[in-house]
């Protein structure tokens, strides 16, 4: 689901960090305390080598992820998407996966979606599958009707650019409008379909999976190569392989940079270790504390409502997350900052890393 985002200012401390959840205790919420287990999630770990991992053996960890990186590349979709595919093969098993991404272009000019869109070509054990999302240049979470005045223009550029990929994938997959909402279903019922990301217009995001694990190779180098002649960032995901297998995975040419991704269950009082053990490039988020809007605001609009902990290389700070705006905008950022102590800025997530 889109949530609506907001960040603090500037670096803080992790004693900085403590203090906040101890303010919202005094509030009569329940944050996580200094020795509570958590979950940290880690991305954009760079490394020289895949057993770098090896420095956070002393947290249990899941979901780890190796990510091969290549930042303005030109090259020949269809030719390194057959090359993972090809080593996938030797390796693959129950567990594993593996996933290509690419941006596309839609080439309608859009005013509330952004015309550079994200295609995934991924690999699991017995299928494989193709996955397209659109990214907005606004959240507008499920529930709010903060732009319902411009709900058919919404409607009308996400059919459009929706159909744009469909079409240029050649997928049996119907568009509609359906109670003031962008409906997606392929022809065949039973084809395993997924619609996901939504907001207050629809899904942002569907996925199409097919029993032949080639089907999709030629397709999908068709949607990248709308992108052209821009360079473009490419990213495969691996996940659940061997270490002989991820071997062969870096052979592909051209060469990757390497980064993870992954969870680490800790308690919360090791988030500064963990921090240095993915410095410089890393970035980790963990809950802080969760709860429903009108507990604090009774008279507002239900909400739910996640403070978190982010650290990156320049030290610590507070995010906050809500999957739709309790208060009318103009009270909004005030509100948080008074909740949470500090100065706050609005800051989405990314759609595509």
Not at 22 to 51: F, N, T
Not at 71 to 76: L, P
Not at 194 to 216: K, M, V
Not at 318 to 323: F, G, K, M, T
Request: charged residues 25%; proline residues 7%.
């Amino acid at each position: 689901m889109r949530e609506r985002r907001w960040e603090t200012r500037g670096p803080m401390t992790f004693t900085q960090v403590l203090a906040v959840g101890e303010r919202l205790a005094a509030l009569g919420l329940k944050p996580a305390v200094a020795a509570k287990d958590v979950i940290c999630y880690v991305e954009e770990w760079s490394v020289e080598a895949p057993e770098d991992f090896d420095s956070l053996d002393a947290w249990s960890t899941e979901d780890v992820t190796l990510v091969h990186v290549r930042d303005g590349w030109r090259g020949d979709f269809f030719l390194l998407a057959g090359a993972y595919h090809t080593t996938y093969l030797h390796y693959q098993n129950v567990g594993t996966y593996c996933s290509i991404s690419h941006p596309w272009r839609i080439r309608e000019r859009m005013k509330l979606h952004e015309n550079r869109s994200m295609l995934w070509l991924g690999f699991r054990h017995a299928h494989s599958f193709l996955r397209v999302r659109l990214h907005t240049r606004e959240v507008v979470t499920p529930g709010e009707t903060r732009d319902d005045a411009r709900r058919e223009q919404w409607l009308d550029e996400r059919r459009t650019a929706f159909l744009e990929a469909i079409t240029t994938v050649g997928l049996p997959i119907e568009t509609a409008i359906e109670k003031g909402q962008l409906v997606l279903r392929p022809n065949d019922p039973t084809v395993p379909f997924f619609c996901s990301w939504p907001d207050a217009f629809g899904p942002c995001q569907f996925e199409y999976n097919t029993s032949d694990a080639y089907e999709f190779l030629v397709p999908a180098s068709q949607l990248a190569a709308t992108y052209a002649p821009e360079p473009a960032g490419v990213r495969a995901y691996l996940t659940g392989f061997s270490d002989e297998a991820l071997a062969e995975f870096a052979r592909i040419e051209p060469v990757a940079h390497l980064a993870y991704r992954c969870s680490v269950h800790c308690p919360l009082d090791d988030l500064p270790e963990i921090r240095s053990a993915i410095e410089p490039d890393g970035r980790l988020y963990a809950t802080l504390c969760e709860f429903q809007t009108q507990e604090l605001i009774p008279d507002g609009d239900e909400a739910s409502a996640i403070i978190g902990v982010v650290g990156s290389r320049t030290g610590f700070g507070i995010e906050a997350r809500l999957n739709k705006a309790p208060l009318k905008e103009d009270l909004m950022a005030g509100w948080l900052e008074r909740l949470i102590g500090e100065p706050l800025v609005y800051a989405p997530l990314p759609a595509f890393v």
